[in-house]
């Protein structure tokens, strides 16, 4: 069976999250929206009561009859079908918490460029927008960096990994993390990164990954612009 995946065209956006899982597992997926007529498909899908509940909003991923919405959910329900969570449920779950996190950290990135309202433009939460990236890069960058730091750390299981001795969607989702945070703070991401040394590694490694490599190299990974999450503005950055 196709796994359909349900995201907004042209961004990588939270889809990329588990794109990146399907891609590494070569799952047959479809990305529906960017084909022809998939953006009605998805807004009918947003607008029907299936499987006894609605998707508040993409990225969602539909199995059959089954459709399972928000990211971490998503990498959750693939993780085990795809090879890239840990076999016991111990595992399964810590996983998880470390893909909330995630999410968390994500919510804050979008925010730095919108902390005022998601449906304002950018220019017109400008100067909160300043204030905001200054506490973000001072404050939450290093917090959320030094706690996957330190996991990475605490894992220490030969080749650098979140969790165990093999690779799990968290490692994929942290080489998005600091490939977006570099795309939108590239001097910031400059000035920090030494202090980060195991997810510059992780990063290194995944991007070396045969079909993480190929993906990367395809037209199916989108670019970063200033329409997603980690959108590049050089008076966020540090100056
Ligand atoms: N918690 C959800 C958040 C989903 C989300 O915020 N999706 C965005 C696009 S990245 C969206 O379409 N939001 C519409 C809205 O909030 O009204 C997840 O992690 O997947």
């Not at 909003?57 to 199995?63: E, I, R, S, V």
């Not at 997810?199 to 995944?206: E, G, I, K, S, Y």
Request: no cysteine; hydrophobic share 40%; glycine share 8%.
């Amino acid at each position: 069976m196709t796994y359909e995946l349900y995201y907004w065209d042209g961004i990588p956006g939270r889809g990329e999250f588990v794109r990146l899982a399907l891609e590494q597992a070569g799952a047959d997926y479809a990305d529906v929206a960017r084909n022809d007529g998939g953006m009605a498909r998805m807004m009918a899908i947003m607008k029907t009561m299936m499987g006894g509940v609605t998707p508040f909003a993409p990225p969602f991923l539909k199995d059959g009859e089954l459709v399972v919405s928000h990211a971490a959910n998503i990498l959750l329900y693939l993780g085990s079908r795809l090879g890239l969570a840990p076999e016991d449920e111990a595992g399964r779950i810590t996983a998880h918490g470390l893909q909330l996190s995630i999410t968390d950290f994500v919510a804050e990135i979008h925010d730095v460029h919108h902390p005022i309202g998601v449906s304002l433009y950018y220019e017109d939460q400008n100067d909160e927008a300043r204030r905001r990236s200054e506490n973000f890069r001072e404050e939450r960058l290093p917090k959320f960096l030094g706690y996957f730091e330190r996991q990475l750390r605490k894992n220490g299981q030969g080749q650098v990994h979140a969790l165990g001795a093999t690779l799990t969607y968290v490692d994929l989702s942290l080489f998005h993390l600091i490939e977006g945070l570099r795309y939108a703070f590239p001097a910031a991401m400059t000035a920090v990164e030494p202090d980060y040394p195991l997810l510059v590694a992780l990063n290194a490694q995944v991007r070396e990954l045969p079909r993480i490599k190929a993906y990367l190299a395809s037209a199916r990974r989108l670019a970063f612009n200033e329409q997603g999450i980690f959108r590049y503005y050089p008076e966020l950055d540090r100056r």
